[in-house]
């Protein structure tokens, strides 16, 4: 089982349980369509999103990552967005440095209420993954 | 057949690309300032002139190696059970170890010891080592930190070796140690190394001379006082930081961790050098570890290649000599020093200098 | 102080029917400091028919000048035109965020535009480049007798995601800057009421009605000058007030200047400078009570000496527009 | 001149502290090796030259007991982040400062005499480093074979210190040089780069020299490239995980590696592993204006934040 | 581990675009999984009760249901599993519904994406571990923040249900939005004479501790324990002497301070007394106005005050609580005319907004209750009111209605024609809603009985003619363009969210929608609680609301806050940090991200320094676990091996 070959690539998305996560469900709740391409994972807020998840869905076969929070300022834990700002910033400056196009990875702020902007980062962000096609970090080498 | 022969240097490479034809040739090249043993092709730069970065071990004994590939698999009728289905690939190539050291070479019959040599053999390493050729080149001068003499080896020392190069003015005097090396003789390219025998024993000798022997004796003998004392060993290693690279760049440290890793209900087991430096090493599922502090880890290192490695093995030093471990320690820990040290001689030296002590 | 630069793309009206707005736009501009640059070889800015059949070629009509602008040394135009301003910033607009319709129009053009211009209109750069303060430095002349409206038409704050500039319901830009001269200007409710002017022929007797709307307020609110700053906003008030008198029985004699005109008067420029002739309805009236501002200060302060109000007379030191205005009242 | 200096400092010092470290010959001509000096007597084992390239103070967060230590400017560095992060005590060190004008990169030097074995080494009075080998003797001259941290090096003299053995320098290396060869690493294309990094980090035999040789590597037994329990990467030896591991230890280090180089000089197979880092400090820098290492109140920026950050601007699709 | 998987049709919710049997036979094929279904309602009883069988029956200790978003019936599938004996956090839930069959077209694509999310599901619920709730003391105090209507039913409400209530509102006095209509719709009674007696009630209620002219400052706890920090801002008159005698006012010789309670319609002195009905009924100092601040000498109010009350040094004092709760009733706030160029923007003294219309029509308020307008104080034969000014209008940001204007408009109309008889009222209006118990009829009797005119359309331009103001709209009805010349103009301006609604939101850790105003927990189900547990909404500080919707609220807020003090102890969430103090290097880096000083330093007993969790005060956000570099604190189901389990589950496929 995998993505479904020539149709999807592979997406994965971090959103936090209380604004973004609730913003998908608020854009599924008024059905506005989205490409399939993401995979959800849930995390309390976006500052537990360490940038090492996202090297590491990059090396191991992800095309795309996805994190997104609560607007800055409205964070339900106050701060924990800020943190990840400054994180999620340091990390995509760093990609490309390794040879990562940084545009396979996206941070930005969804709130509970916006579910057609939810819609929009989605078919954005995934639109873009299909114009940079598969990212073939993956190679293995045993040693 | 001639018992020895010559390699003219402009027809070494036509003598890798025939050994090529039917084996991998694993050989000295140059990456940038580091050498390293890589599968030979043409765009390769050859490197003979220093011993490389880090020894051929991994060649027949790979850093990591896939033991098996396990699937759980449900019955098709019954979802309740599972069965699991392992697969083993053990295909092994042909392959060719080339200009490697004589110690590197020599670290192979340490690890024979324990994986072969046994009741138990380890498939794995038993036909790697059998599959493999290995051609050396014996050393013509010392490289820093090398004490091979001191451990019973030398810069021509053939025990490992199925062949042995010495580099002469225009080429390669080739001496066959094992049957499988006395084929490569057959080979086009070699020629009759007769007239060669008196100038390859003379550099040889002349290599040995050069090395210096830090423990001035052949048979080396540890203090069992001084090296069961933690103060000794504390202070000798204080600046040790434990990582890994003495024990990786070791031609004769073998120590191993089994891991599983699996996702989705596949998975693998994989056999990893492990080093005994690591404080991971022996740390235990409860949470403690016998050997939590560095300079216990140190102890158990140079304990394994100079103490308990010789008590079982009929006295054979785990150590071939190559200073690797010296050369690319972060903070030049030398352990020839440590082991002089250890020697009941050495233990006398320590005496009169901690009486002076506080 | 640099001299401020901008290219200067005056369109077509400035060439003819309302030369006298690049006349006095040109002479308030070089008092101010501010230098026009000519823009070699302009061409229409589309604000033909063009846009209403092919908004891709009548883009491209603007942007073939944009290019050219882009290829000057400022990379400001500014835009006396109304009309024109609008055509050109709505290409600009459309060709920097939207990629395709950039390149549809770049098609037809023989050097691309790249999306570098900014433009503004004539009023915006005087207003917020300049300033009021360096307006009212360079007065020379007070104008005691006018009382102005300021009527900004349908498009020069419109559509406001195009104009970017003042408010859309209720502009200030051009009451603020004769205010600045000294001159007194008076709220209106009919800013940017509709004037008709664009069915001139085809609906005569509806533009009639709609411009003797504007002029009746502006003459409900006590105004005897209307300030405009748009060729056809000027035509049509101007030249029409006849045509409205004969069909609506008004009598109305009101003046319509172009804004750059009312500077130029308080900056000393003769009516003739101005091109003052060029009015249908003639403002000699209005000028007659022109005076140096030196002059007309003491003046006032005579009077208020005169009415033993020795207490004011500081105040009107300070602000002797004001004082004037109060007594007036 | 400075060892004497640095020796009076030592015999100072020594009956306030445990011990205190610095450096003494190592195995061979170029490479010397710390040197923890406990009684008088063993002051003699010093030395000072510039060979003496090793950042001390890796050693100082792990004794509990008040130690001298004997460091360069940039080797203070360290010690104003350990600060920073509260790592260390300042009352329990004494830090004796030598002002420093370049010291060698052994791996330079044995590049330029074609990896020989070293017979001894010498420095004459005029910046030069002599290297005996059985092939005679080379004459090199140091600024050619420093570390490339010393070629662009603002901190010559210590930011912090107790003792000062000669007197402060000043940088004359121009502050923009600092970042220069990242900025220039960055215009190669995204694949030059990708490729540059599989071919260099293939060689990794994760040994964590690179590691355990980081002062501000503070996890040590704790590190994530070996435990389980969280399980971040594998004991496989494939680029992948080779690739991870570094990109673990990049990101850790984000705002606080002080580019000392250590785990670039002690890496064994000559992998540039310092320039990840260095990478993150230009942006930390531009995002944050912040240098670690530099000043003892500073805050390391990913432990902290501004409500409004006048640098991040928010991305658009 | 025994995997059981639950796939839910939800009716056709997910069955539809999903096809749910596929992904039940994909599953068990899942090592681990030895047991999976597909069920038409998983959530109902009888679906409920599958799982619980199951558990029993296949000896299930891991559940993953696959059904809508774990926001929806993540507590009530960990409820049925515990039932059943199991951890409640051996529960994991994919969203196949939400983020799957409503948002995707293909039903292959779609298929396939709920088979990943379910793996990925079982992936990471086979790395959950059980978590066990502690329990801690609750002080059972609540605040309620604002006193307006609906505060003061909540803060009543309270206090009668036996608890201690901390009242703060901002103003000087209690009363809200309420305490300034004239009557209220639709029965045309006194609004301040229902509302005054129980301004009262709070006053004199004994469990009640009413700060008025305060703020908060700072909230800091959680649910159960909360520390507030109140403002009490220096009204310079010492309350505790002030009789509210009302002597400064009438001798303060600053008259043209703005009125705040007036909306500006009057101005009033710099001491002043908001209203007469004001509680508490004490004067305060607006320091903006007063010439004792601005010019430096005055002190006529100090000499004349018989009470010795006056105080020009006073400063901000600031004071402390601790509650378990909090009711935030902090209300709403009104779009200015300067937000209408095409109507003015203020320029014209007779167009004015709806709420000053309401002071002018009031008895006790400037006018006296007679209708003058403003700039001439006459009375206006022609009044035209314009609804959704502001509302309804994306151009504006206040793209939704306002709830409320159509019924008071009607009701200003009435009013209008009762005070002058001879007058016309016209309504210019886009839909009429008046959808309330009564409503409809009343908007009826204002255009039936009381003969306001009410036109269809929209307001265009309103400009001055002579003491006219014309009013220039369209009547989409009739399709023509309609100038009505009005004496005095009525805009229902946008009700907007409160001003500091946001910053209030952010003290609170609750969610603002774009408008500003608060998000509740579920729009239907869950109206009046937040997302931040402890925390309730009341009134129109979570969208423009009327008065009885607020003051339900308000009572549904107090009897949510009821029930959880119902209980002495609070159970909290495990789902909090972890340390690991084997693994913990003492480096603290943990204690220095962590938002609410949850982490402090522990000495072990071999004198290691670790870090150490504080459980309650955890609130699970997670930031120490990315902040911590070897992995020592892990926040408990989200551990990085959970999440890495996810990952792995999506790119290691």
């Not at chain 2, 059970?81 to 590197?104: H, Q, W, Y």
């Not at chain 2, 091979?148 to 062949?163: L, R, W, Y």
């Not at chain 3, 002739?277 to 022109?290: E, N, P, T, Y």
């Not at chain 5, 709806?354 to 006790?364: D, M, T, V």
Request: proline share 5%.
């Amino acid at each position: 089982m995998s993505v479904v070959a020539g149709k999807e690539l592979r997406i994965v998305g971090f959103l936090c349980n209380w604004c973004s996560y609730g913003g998908a469900d608020t854009a599924g709740v008024s059905r506005f369509k989205q490409p399939t391409d993401l995979r959800i994972i849930k995390v309390p807020c976006s500052g537990r999103v360490d940038p090492l998840f996202v090297v590491r869905a990059l090396l191991t076969g992800a095309d795309g990552v996805l994190v997104s929070g609560c607007h800055p300022r409205d964070c339900h834990y106050t701060d924990g967005n800020f943190y990840a700002r400054r994180r999620l910033e340091m990390l995509k400056r760093l990609l490309p440095f390794v040879g990562i196009d940084e545009r396979r990875f996206h941070y930005t702020w969804v709130s509970a209420s916006e579910g057609q902007k939810w819609q929009q980062v989605v078919t954005d962000f995934t639109n873009r993954i299909h114009q940079l096609g598969p990212l073939h970090v993956k190679k293995e080498n045993e040693g | 057949m001639p018992d020895t022969g010559y390699l003219p240097k402009e027809k070494v490479k036509d003598f890798m690309r025939e050994l090529a034809k039917d084996a991998v040739v694993y050989a000295p090249c140059l990456e940038g300032d580091t050498v390293i043993f890589r599968p030979f092709s043409e765009e390769r730069t050859l490197c003979f002139d220093r011993p490389a970065n880090s020894p051929p071990k991994s060649v027949i004994y790979p850093q990591s190696e896939q033991l098996f590939a396990f699937e759980y698999k449900k019955d098709p009728e019954d979802h309740q059970k599972m069965s699991v289905e392992l697969k083993a690939d053990t295909n092994v190539p042909g392959m060719v170890i080339f200009a490697a050291r004589p110690c590197d070479a020599r670290g192979f019959t340490i690890y024979d010891r324990v994986f072969i040599d046994t009741d138990t053999p380890d498939p794995y390493y038993k036909k790697r080592r059998e599959n493999t050729l290995i051609v050396t080149l014996s050393c013509a001068e010392p490289s820093p930190g090398c004490f091979c003499v001191g451990v019973g080896g030398g810069p021509a020392h053939k025990e490992g070796s199925d062949a042995m190069m010495t580099e002469l003015e225009g080429g390669y005097f080739i001496e066959p140690v094992s049957e499988k090396g006395k084929a490569i003789l057959n080979k086009s390219m070699i020629e009759d190394g007769s007239p060669y025998l008196q100038k390859a024993q003379e550099a040889q000798a002349k290599a040995h001379e050069a090395v210096k022997n830090p423990f001035e004796t052949d048979k080396l003998k540890i203090s069992q006082d001084l090296f069961n004392n933690d103060a000794f060993w504390e202070e000798a290693v204080s600046k040790c930081v434990s990582c890994g690279a003495c024990t990786y760049l070791c031609p004769t440290c073998y120590c191993f961790n089994i891991t599983d890793e699996q996702a989705s209900g596949k998975g693998e087991r994989i056999r990893s050098w492990d080093a005994c430096m690591f404080f991971h090493f022996t740390l235990e599922a409860s949470t403690h570890n016998p050997r939590p502090t560095r300079f216990q880890r140190f102890k158990n290192r140079v304990g394994h290649k100079f103490v308990y490695y010789p008590e079982k093995y009929d006295g054979a030093i785990a150590c071939c000599g190559c200073g690797r471990c010296i050369r690319y320690c972060p903070v030049s820990v030398d352990i020839s020093e440590i082991v002089s040290n250890l020697t009941e001689s050495g233990q006398k030296q320590q005496q009169t200098a901690g009486s002076a002590k506080k | 102080m640099a001299e401020k630069e901008y290219a200067y793309y005056s369109g077509c009206s400035l060439e003819g029917t309302a030369k006298e707005y690049d006349t006095s736009l040109r002479l308030v501009m070089k008092t101010l400091g501010v230098k026009l640059a000519e823009i070699p070889d302009w061409s229409c800015c589309g604000s033909t028919p063009a846009h209403t059949v092919d908004h891709v070629f009548a883009a491209a009509l603007a942007a073939r000048n944009l290019a050219i602008i882009e290829k000057m040394n400022t990379h400001t135009v500014t835009v006396p035109c109304p009309s024109c301003l609008t055509v050109l910033k709505k290409a600009h607009i459309g060709m920097t965020t939207d990629e395709s319709f950039k390149n549809e129009v770049n098609a037809l053009l023989d050097e691309p535009y790249e999306g570098k211009v900014t433009a503004k209109s004539s009023l915006q750069v005087i207003y917020e480049d300049i300033g009021l303060e360096a307006i009212a430095d360079r007065v020379t002349h007070a104008l005691p007798d006018l009382k102005v409206v300021a009527y900004y038409g349908c498009i020069l704050n419109r559509p406001p995601d195009i104009a970017q500039f003042d408010d859309p319901e209720n502009p200030v830009a051009m009451d603020k800057v004769i205010s600045a001269l000294g001159i007194e200007v008076l709220d209106y409710a009919f800013k940017t009421e509709c004037c008709g002017a664009a069915f001139g022929v085809p609906k005569r007797a509806m533009v009639n009605e709609l411009t003797h709307k504007i002029l009746s307020m502006a003459i409900d609110v006590g105004a005897n000058c209307i300030a405009v700053a748009c060729p056809l906003c000027q035509q049509n008030l101007d030249l029409r007030q006849e045509q409205v008198n004969q069909t609506m029985g008004s009598s109305f004699n009101i003046p319509v200047l172009y804004f750059t005109q009312i500077m130029g008067l308080a900056y000393g420029y003769s009516p003739d400078d101005l091109e003052m002739d060029k009015l249908v309805v003639g403002a000699d009236h209005l000028i007659r009570s022109r005076i140096p501002v030196e002059e007309y200060r003491k003046m006032k302060e005579a009077e208020a000496a005169a009415a033993k109000k020795p207490a004011k007379a500081k105040e009107m030191k300070e602000e002797p527009k004001e004082t004037a205005k109060a007594e007036e009242n | 001149m400075s060892t004497e200096k640095v020796k009076e400092a030592i015999a100072k010092i020594l009956p306030d502290v445990e011990t205190v470290i610095c450096y003494q010959q190592g195995f061979d001509g170029l490479h010397t090796t710390p040197l923890f000096i406990k009684i008088p007597e063993e002051i003699n084992g010093l030395i000072w030259n510039p060979l003496c390239v090793q950042n001390l103070t890796s050693y100082l967060p792990s004794i509990k007991k008040k130690v001298g230590i004997v460091v360069k400017g940039c080797d203070s560095r360290t010690i104003v982040q350990y600060l920073q992060e509260g790592l260390i005590d300042r009352e329990k060190i004494v830090i004796i400062g030598v002002p420093c004008t370049g010291v060698v990169s052994v791996k330079k030097v044995l590049r330029e005499i074609g990896h020989q074995p070293v017979a001894g080494v010498a420095f004459d009075d005029n910046g030069n480093i002599v290297v005996k080998t059985s092939k005679g003797d080379r004459t090199l001259a140091i600024a050619d074979v420093c570390p490339d941290k010393c070629a662009t090096c603002q901190y010559p003299t210590p930011i912090v210190y107790d003792y000062l053995a000669g007197d402060p320098i000043k940088s004359d290396k121009p502050k923009e040089s600092v970042h220069e060869d990242i900025r220039q690493f960055d215009e190669k294309t995204l694949e030059e780069k990708k490729a540059y990094w599989e071919k260099e980090l293939e060689k990794c035999i994760r040994c964590y020299a690179c590691r355990n040789a980081c002062p501000m590597c503070i996890c040590q037994d704790s590190c994530i490239a070996e435990t389980r329990e969280p399980h971040w990467i594998s004991q496989k030896l494939s680029l992948t995980e080779k690739f991870m591991f570094h990109m673990i230890h990049a990101v850790h280090l984000a705002g606080r590696c002080v580019e000392c180089g250590e785990c670039e000089r002690v890496c064994p197979m000559d992998i540039p592993v310092a320039k990840l880092k260095k990478k993150i400090n230009t942006e930390m820098k531009e995002l944050f204006n912040y240098e670690p290492g530099v000043d003892p109140d500073g805050k390391p920026p990913m432990y902290t934040f501004n409500v409004d950050e006048v640098k991040i601007k928010e991305h658009k699709l | 581990m025994r995997v059981g998987v639950f796939i839910c049709h939800c009716g056709n919710n997910i069955a539809g675009t999903v096809d749910v049997a596929r992904v039940a036979a994909e599953m068990r094929k899942l090592p681990g999984v030895v047991y999976a279904t597909n069920y038409m309602y998983t959530c109902s009883e009888p679906g409920q009760e599958e799982i619980k069988q199951a558990i029993r029956k296949e000896g299930l200790d891991r559940i993953v249901v696959a059904a809508c978003s774990p926001r929806m019936h993540e507590n009530t599938f960990r409820k049925t599993i515990e039932k059943a004996g199991l951890n409640r956090y051996f529960l994991e839930m994919a969203n196949i519904r939400e983020h799957i069959s409503w948002i995707g077209e293909d039903k292959e694509l779609n298929t396939n994406k709920a088979i990943e999310a379910v793996k990925m599901a079982v992936a990471k619920v086979m790395n959950n571990k059980p978590l066990y709730s502690s329990s801690f003391k609750v002080n059972k105090r609540v605040l309620v923040i604002g006193g307006g209507v609906a505060g003061m039913q909540a803060a009543l409400d309270c206090a009668d249900g036996g608890l201690d209530v901390v009242l703060v509102e901002k103003s000087p006095s209690i009363g809200g939005m309420m305490s300034r209509l004239d009557k209220t719709f639709p029965t045309i009674d006194c609004s301040i004479c229902i509302l005054g007696p129980k301004m009262v009630d709070v006053v004199q209620h004994e469990k009640i501790k009413l700060y008025a002219y305060s703020e908060i400052d700072e909230i800091k706890g959680y649910v159960g324990n909360y520390q507030i920090k109140i403002r009490k801002k220096a009204t310079y008159v010492d309350w505790s002497k002030c009789t509210g005698c009302g002597a400064c006012m009438e001798k303060c010789p600053t008259r043209n301070a703005y009125d705040h309670f007036n909306f500006g319609v009057a101005t009033t002195r710099a001491i002043n007394i908001p209203f007469p009905q004001a509680i508490p009924k004490k004067a305060k100092i607006d320091p903006e106005f007063c010439r004792q601040f601005t010019k430096g000498k005055c002190g006529v109010c100090a000499k004349i005050c018989p009470t010795g009350a006056i105080n020009y040094e006073m400063k901000d004092e600031i004071v402390a609580e601790d509650v378990g709760a909090i009711i935030v009733a902090t209300g709403y706030g009104l779009f200015d005319l300067d937000k209408f160029p095409e109507y003015g923007a203020g320029r014209y003294p007779d167009v004015i907004t709806g709420i000053q219309y309401e002071r002018i029509l009031n008895a006790s308020g400037p006018t006296s209750g007679h209708i003058l307008r403003p700039s001439d104080q006459t009375e206006p034969k022609t009044v035209v009111f314009v609804s959704c000014a502001g509302s309804r209008d994306k151009s504006l940001g206040v793209p939704y209605c306002s709830n409320f204007c159509c019924m008071y408009i009607a009701k200003q109309a009435i009013l209008t024609k009762d005070h002058i008889p001879d007058s016309q009222s016209y309504v210019f209006y886009m839909d009429i809603r008046s959808n309330g118990k009564g409503y409809d009829e009343f908007t009826r009797r204002a255009q039936e009985e009381y003969g306001a005119k009410y036109i269809r359309g929209r307001v265009a331009k309103i400009y001055p003619k002579g003491k006219k103001m014309v009013v220039r709209g369209a009547d989409t009805l009739l399709g023509t363009q309609v100038e009505v010349e009005a004496d005095l103009v009525v805009l229902a301006t946008a009700v907007i969210s409160a001003p500091g609604a946001a910053g209030m939101a952010e003290k609170l850790h609750i969610s603002y929608d774009t408008f500003g105003f608060y998000v509740e927990s579920h729009p239907k189900l869950r109206p009046v609680e937040t997302n931040t547990s402890g925390v309730y909404l009341a009134g129109a500080c979570q969208g423009p609301k009327d008065i009885p919707a607020s003051v339900g609220q308000g009572s549904a807020a107090a009897s949510k806050v009821l029930s959880l003090f119902s209980k002495d102890m609070l159970e909290s969430d495990p789902a909090i940090a972890q340390v690991n103090i084997n693994a913990c290097v003492g480096c603290l880096k943990c204690v220095k991200t962590c938002p609410f000083q949850a982490i402090k330093e522990e000495v072990l007993r071999n004198g290691r320094k670790v870090a150490k969790v504080i459980e309650t005060v955890c609130a699970g956000c997670g930031v120490c676990t990315s902040t911590c570099p070897c992995g020592a604190i892990q926040l408990q189901h989200f551990t990085d091996n959970q999440l890495l389990a996810e990952v792995n589950a999506i790119c290691q496929s």
